[in-house]
T-cell receptor, first 114, second 114 residues
């Protein structure tokens, strides 16, 4: 399988639940990203990883906890979320941090917090 | 800091008509520029990119864009649209700083009518 794969595609969780989003890329890229896409807002960069090391945390609340065990996998662990965290969470990868080739995006996880 | 402004939130157009989606950016350094398309319930797909050289770049699906440094613009055009072009379009900018960051505009919804 090629490209960037995100699971699950849809997730409904209560505010006291703990869940994880998974992202996997088979492109041989070294940089991976989490973005949040809310209605009527621009895409918001959350985290950047390069060679599995975090290089950017864009002031994201601690209820979002990323994990990058290797260059091919990226997780976003969620706990005690708020209803305003409901959004489409997009994972992306790029060859490196120059981003000259642009990103390759996954299809996203549609998260609903109830 | 960089920013991207997409001047139209919605652009309605009839099938087979030409279309232009406008994008302006601000940056104090040289940049890379991108256009992405997002179909419903999907991630973003790269349409085209400007890195350097010729200011007119051609992308997939018959789209093209022109980089204008003096006007800090990167407008997207297509001479004849199809119903299948109905989607959300995002302009994005990245600097040369090797941070990996892409800054996205708010998006423009292209609505192609029969």
């Amino acid at each position: 399988e090629t490209g960037v794969t995100q699971t699950p595609r849809h997730l409904v969780m209560g505010m006291t639940n703990k869940k994880s989003l998974k992202c996997e890329q088979h492109l041989g890229h070294n940089a991976m990203y989490w973005y949040k896409q809310s209605a009527k807002k621009p895409l918001e960069l959350m985290f950047v990883y390069n060679f599995k090391e975090q290089t950017e945390n864009n002031s994201v609340p601690s209820r979002f906890s990323p994990e990058c065990p290797n260059s091919s996998h990226l997780f976003l662990h969620l706990h005690t979320l708020q209803p305003e965290d409901s959004a489409l969470y997009l994972c992306a990868s790029s060859q490196d941090l120059s981003a000259m080739g642009g990103y390759t995006f996954g299809s996203g996880t549609r998260l609903t917090v109830v | 800091a960089q920013s991207v402004t997409q001047l139209d939130s919605q652009v309605p157009v009839f099938e087979e008509a030409p279309v232009e989606l406008r994008c302006n950016y601000s940056s104090s350094v040289s940049v890379y520029l991108f256009w992405y398309v997002q179909y419903p319930n999907q991630g973003l797909q790269l349409l085209l990119k400007y890195l350097s050289g010729s200011t007119l770049v051609k992308g997939i699906n018959g789209f093209e864009a022109e980089f204008n440094k003096s006007q800090t613009s990167f407008h997207l055009r297509k001479p004849s649209v199809h119903i299948s072009d109905t989607a959300e379009y995002f302009c994005a900018v990245s600097d040369y700083g090797n941070t990996g960051k892409l800054i996205f505009g708010q998006g423009t919804t292209l609505q192609v009518k029969p």
